[in-house]
């Protein structure tokens, strides 16, 4: 992405042929303001509409998207450089609004009850939904992540404003064509193009912020947030770390690591970023993660080939070598991969193992966002304890036992929000139950589970006396 000042606007690079090919337009803080005025008008519309007309307006919605899915696909492949993974977020979109239109009823339902103190009030726990969410979304998961936010909140009854990464902005122009042929939808769902400039105007314009990306602009957001006197819901980084107890199956650990570790070119929050393995069994792991890794190649020169894409980001390379070279200057050994490659105008890198790591390299204690998996060996299971939670990260983990009951012991210990038990990366699957990210991957309420709904309401209660009222006489001292 290059930035011209002549006509304020962006050129965004195609990850694989690395050319400048689309442009976008940043989005002025005065033009995001006139869009959150017109939204609030429609919100009222869109609220007072009912559950039952958001449910059959999302459903249309879907209907659009499907047809539209070529087109879609077309432009998240151009955005990210991978197909398999393009078709995933379209579905993965079509998923979540199936998901939480079947939620929905159950969550929005008004709760009434008699207190316990004053028996003849009733009580009414209503749900009054934020008027305007603004989400800001990262280049990762580009479609997936704008959405993950905005549909709950829609089905909430709030209107919302996307402002997608200025990285991988292409999708946004296809599915906008499929919001504006649903009436309704089409006046509580704009996309705003732009960089960090559109995100900050966009914080200064709504009720409540919805933030995905990195803890460094997640604390921008924070402070912004704290200014205008909203809520802001941040989805940040993370260095996971997968957890392999003595004992356990280390193929199965091998294969689930691999994957979670470099799915989408380990460019994914919940990525295994560290692996800590029992001294008994380091060696046979290490050969093992090492072949597999090996055999995994990458998706050139064809978007159809292979598993490993590009990097999206072109900079991320330098990060990812920056942390490679650390490493390895301080005795890290590279089993495979490891080469920040060129092909085709695209930066690539293979996926890497890294063994003979230590805590006093950055590979073990900084977001890498790149397929890199360092290996170290612990003696005690209190050694390993303290090192998966060396970190000031906790968005998620992975525990490895031969005893389930074993795994979630030590789980109980983890500093994280996500554990997954005898796998990995099953955050980035199964978005059933609410967890909260630890230490700076985030603050706020669950985005998945149900408060991933409940999040964008403010809750109200009615008191309905149908006794007598107290006279002022009951307070004399
Ligand atoms: P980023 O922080 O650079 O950018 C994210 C978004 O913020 C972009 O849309 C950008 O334009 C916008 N932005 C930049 N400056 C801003 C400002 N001052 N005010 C408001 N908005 C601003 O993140 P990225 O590089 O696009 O994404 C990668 C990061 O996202 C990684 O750290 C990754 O771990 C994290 N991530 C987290 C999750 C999660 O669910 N926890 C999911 C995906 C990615």
Known sequence: MTRSPMTNSLSIRNPRSGKYDYEIPVTTAAEIETLAVRLRKSQDGWRDGGLDMRIAVLQQWKAELASAGDDIIAALQADTGRRKIAEGELFGVMGMIDRWCDQAPALLQTKQWNSATMPDVALQQRLDPYPLLGVISPWNFPFLLSFIDAIPALLAGCAAIVKPSEVTPRFASPVAETIARVPMLRDVLPFIPGDGRSGAALIAAVDVVAFTGSVATGKKVAAAAAESFIPAFLELGG??????????????????????????????????????????????????????????????PELSDGVIGPLIFDKQAEIIGAHIADATGKGAKIET?????????????????????????????????????????????????????????????????????????????????????????????????????????????????????????????????????????????
């Open 337 to 477: 991969g490891g080469e920040i490659l060129h092909h085709g105008g695209g930066v690539w890198i293979e996926p890497t193992v890294l063994s003979d790591v230590d805590h006093s390299m950055d590979v073990m204690r900084e977001e890498t966002f790149g397929p890199l998996m360092p290996v170290m060996s612990y003696a005690t299971k209190s050694e390993a304890l303290e090192l998966a939670n060396d970190t000031h990260y906790g968005l998620s983990a992975a525990v490895f036992a031969p005893s389930e009951d074993d795994a979630v012991r030590f789980a109980e210990k983890l500093e994280a929000g996500g554990i997954s038990i005898n796998d990995a990366g099953m955050t980035a699957m199964v978005f059933e139950a609410c967890k909260n990210a630890f230490k700076l991957s985030g603050i706020g309420p669950s985005r998945m589970g149900a408060t991933g709904l409940t999040r964008f309401f403010r809750q109200k209660a009615l008191y309905l006396n149908r006794g007598g009222v107290i006279p002022i006489e009951a307070r004399a001292e």
């Open 239 to 300: 260095k996971d770390p997968a957890v392999v107890l003595p004992g356990s199956d280390i193929d199965r650990a091998a294969t689930a690591i691999l994957r979670a570790s470099v799915t989408a070119t380990g460019q994914a929050c919940q990525s295994i970023e560290r692996i800590y393995v029992h001294e008994s069994q380091y060696n046979e792991f290490v050969a093992m993660l090492t072949d597999k890794a090996s055999k995994t190649p990458l998706s050139y």
